[in-house]
């Protein structure tokens, strides 16, 4: 059975926010015949310590969302403030978890050297850099396979490690496209669980985007609610439900019920 949290949550709110979204919009194509508004207008803000989850139909934009944040893909209007400045390119103290883990981890690098990669960049030497090889893969429970590939271990493990390498730097936020699709439900529970640990432990922020509205109560401080394409913020849901949050009793308490009936309205409406 997996994990629960260890202590009982972040401080979250209470200074600037790390991510101010203002008034995005993103069209893709623009000015050609097959051009295409993803994102209207979205405005949110995530305070140091939050765990946002984003969620909205298929195609809403909530990949294109998550891009825009990252700096990887420039808005075409409105403006992005990563920890008060305007987002140029992907800061140094931001990292980005994909779905497809298989992608995302150098298959001829070693685990170890898979995680070393943003510590060279951020410019750890040698010895620093193993003693934190060895901290954030025991963060994510994988102690003995730093000298293995990506391909000899299982999906759950590779998505361990790409949340290790995530760690490395120390981000003070990090970004998750749908990162537990690609497992079994077991697994995706075990996951969930070690994210909402290893936040508290280095009291990151995290905005994670999914298509499961039960994994973004069970997560999440708050909700974005996305609609239908081209998006606009349908509502942002508070989560008052208690941490450190527990898959059995969490899910079945009746505060869960009634945000997952809600969020679901929202989405399908
Ligand atoms: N590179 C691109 N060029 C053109 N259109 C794109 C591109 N990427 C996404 N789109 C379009 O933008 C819209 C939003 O796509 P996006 O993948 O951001 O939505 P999503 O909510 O993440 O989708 P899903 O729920 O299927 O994961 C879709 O209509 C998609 O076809």
């Known amino acids: 059975m997996s994990q629960p949290e260890a202590t009982s949550g972040v401080e979250a709110n209470t200074s600037s926010p790390v991510l101010s979204i203002r008034d995005l919009r993103k069209v893709y194509n623009a000015g050609r015949p097959d051009e295409r508004e993803a994102v209207a207008n979205v405005s949110f803000e995530v305070g140091k310590g939050d765990f946002v989850c984003v969620v909205g139909p298929s195609g809403a934009g909530k990949t294109t969302l998550l891009r825009c944040l990252s700096g990887l893909l420039p808005a075409t209007s409105g403006e992005v403030l990563f920890e008060g400045t305007p987002l140029r390119r992907v800061p140094d103290r931001l990292s980005v978890v994909f779905q497809d883990y298989s992608r995302s981890l ?53 998505q361990r490690v790409a949340i290790a390498r995530a760690l490395a730097h120390q981000p ?52 974005v609610v996305l609609s239908s394409p081209p998006s606009v913020v349908r509502e942002i ?30 989405v399908t409406a």
């Not at 620093?128 to 759950?156: C, F, H, M, N, T």
């Open 237 to 266: 849901v508070d989560i008052p439900l208690e941490r450190p949050r527990n898959q059995l009793t969490t899910r079945s308490s009746k505060t869960f019920g009634q945000l997952r009936r809600h969020l679901l309205e929202l």
């Open 172 to 223: 003070d936020l990090i970004l998750m496209d749908e990162p537990f699709a690609s497992v079994d439900a077991q697994t995706r529970f075990d996951l969930e669980d070690l994210i909402l640990r290893v936040r508290n432990e280095y009291n990151i922020t995290v905005v994670l985007v999914t298509h499961d509205i039960d994994e973004a109560v069970y997560l999440a401080d708050r909700v």
């Open 106 to 158: 150098f298959p001829w690098l070693t685990i170890a050297s898979n995680v070393a990669v943003p510590l060279k960049v951020a410019g750890y030497d040698k010895r620093k850099r193993r003693q934190r090889i060895d901290e954030v893969l025991q963060a994510v429970g994988l102690d003995d396979v730093g000298k293995r590939y990506p391909w000899q271990l299982s999906g759950g493990m590779q």
